[in-house]
């Protein structure tokens, strides 16, 4: 299933990646610009596990080339073999799949590097930072890191109604327009970290700004690097 995957679909095969195809059955549109995908997971879930923030390695066409984008876990469920997946609709091919995509469609994947860590010691309050492309990730980490501890999400977005896991007793969610994300988290951040002894801090939005915050946090703010998770989940152009 690798082959024409070019040097990425050959690294990971070295890596011992492993290669499934999942099968579409359901589609539901949560907003204009936010659509969920249920689907069957070709024996994955029984082969490699379950863990919090899962996600797996969706390969598209575009224009002939093999692109790959990755995706996290909804609501995976290892006795049926299903999961969801959750797609913030932008111009590509990843959207653009997602947007015609109805049951009976397959598409393949690829698992590999996917592990996670509960933070030790746990943390006292969690914070957040992130936009639609990263808001499953964020609500798997609200369910179990934060599952009893509270958290502060910075969530940059111009789309209401999208599905947020959070518990209002615990978890408070500061929406902001496009381009506010990273002025708001400097200015707002450093006030809350005082009053948290053991923080973790979870920044995960365009590559740019998470590379941005990420320093931000560990260099300006002191945070150790093992309390900071930072990861890109697009690029801007």
Request: proline residues 7%; charged residues 25%.
């Amino acid at each position: 299933m690798a082959q024409g995957r070019g040097w990425e679909g050959a690294v990971l095969k070295l890596l011992r990646a492993k290669d499934f195809e999942f099968t579409v059955t359901r589609a539901e549109d949560v907003t204009p610009h936010y659509r969920r995908l249920r689907l069957t997971d070709g024996g994955m879930l029984a082969a490699t596990g379950v863990h919090p923030t899962m996600w797996v390695r969706l390969w598209f066409d575009n224009a002939g080339r093999p692109h790959q984008r990755a995706y996290t876990l909804v609501d995976p469920d290892p006795a049926a073999g299903t999961f969801a997946l959750e797609f913030a609709l932008h111009e590509g091919c990843a959207s653009d799949w997602a947007r015609s995509a109805k049951p009976g469609d397959t598409i393949e994947a690829t698992v590999q590097g996917t592990g996670f860590e509960e933070p030790t010691p746990p943390p006292t309050h969690l914070f957040a930072i992130g936009d639609p492309a990263s808001l499953p990730a964020i609500n798997s980490l609200l369910e179990t890191v934060g599952s009893a501890t509270p958290a502060t999400i910075w969530f940059e977005s111009g789309t209401e109604g999208l599905p947020f896991r959070t518990d209002p007793a615990l978890h408070e969610v500061r929406h902001l327009s496009r381009g506010q994300l990273a002025d708001q988290v400097r200015t707002e951040l450093p006030d809350l970290l005082k009053d948290s002894a053991d923080p973790y801090v979870w920044i995960t939005c365009d590559t740019a700004t998470t590379r941005g915050l990420s320093s931000y946090v560990r260099k300006g703010l002191g945070v150790r690097r093992e309390r900071v998770h930072a990861l890109g989940y697009w690029r801007a152009t």
